[in-house]
């Protein structure tokens, strides 16, 4: 189910203007989490878009997305939970990708660390309280910006042509969503 909600995420970043990565390898040496072998999901660069500014806007949407030039992200789809406080607690390896070995992997490929380090979720949580706490966990675990799974869809969801074959099995899925559920 991971390679879905990557691909869906690829396809996001690809239409709103990026050359993506997926899967670049990094080795863990320590500290919390053990040592290991882990991935970014998705390394990101959009040569279209100005130099870095800076976006106070945490949650993204597909205009402020455009002004990113370079991105490593982390895809956790998760559908059936809300990013509470709780379920990142849970999960620290939520946090993998901002670690220092992969924030070196992904200065190594994007030429600089001249990167945003963004999350894509299924939801932060409704009320203000509880996404405010989880929103400060997150920015202090080193993620810049997230993106809600909602977003994504509602952005591919408008490009699914009913009459149009696709060689990505998500859009073709899309494709045919739109065409029986009006």
């Known amino acids: 189910m991971a390679e879905v909600n990557e691909e869906i995420a690829r396809l996001f970043f690809e239409d709103l203007g990026f050359f993506v990565r997926t899967n670049i390898p990094y080795r863990i040496t320590g500290g919390k989490g053990g040592v290991g072998n882990s991935d970014i999901d998705l390394l990101a660069i959009n040569s279209a878009a100005p130099k870095m500014n800076e976006i106070s806007e945490f949650i993204l949407t597909p205009e402020l997305i455009q002004q990113i030039p370079a991105a490593s992200i982390e895809v956790k789809g998760w559908h059936n939970h809300s990013f509470s406080q709780s379920v990142?607690?849970?999960?620290?390896?939520?946090?993998?990708?901002?670690?220092?070995?992969?924030?070196?992997?992904?200065?190594?490929?994007?030429?600089?660390?001249?990167?945003?380090?963004?999350?894509?979720?299924?939801?932060?949580?409704?009320?203000?309280?509880?996404?405010?706490?989880s929103i400060?966990?997150?920015?202090?675990?080193?993620?810049?910006?997230?993106?809600?799974?909602?977003?994504?869809?509602?952005?591919?969801?408008?490009?699914?042509?009913?009459?149009k074959h696709y060689a990505s099995e998500v859009m073709q899925t899309l494709r045919l969503v739109a065409t029986y559920i009006p």
């Open 88 to 133: 990142i607690n849970e999960f620290p390896r939520i946090f993998h990708f901002t670690r220092r070995e992969a924030v070196e992997t992904a200065a190594s490929v994007v030429g600089n660390h001249n990167f945003k380090k963004i999350l894509v979720l299924s939801r932060l949580p409704k009320t203000t309280q509880k996404r405010a706490q």
């Open 136 to 163: 400060e966990i997150l920015r202090a675990g080193g993620i810049d910006h997230v993106v809600e799974f909602r977003v994504i869809m509602e952005h591919l969801s408008t490009l699914a042509v009913r009459n």
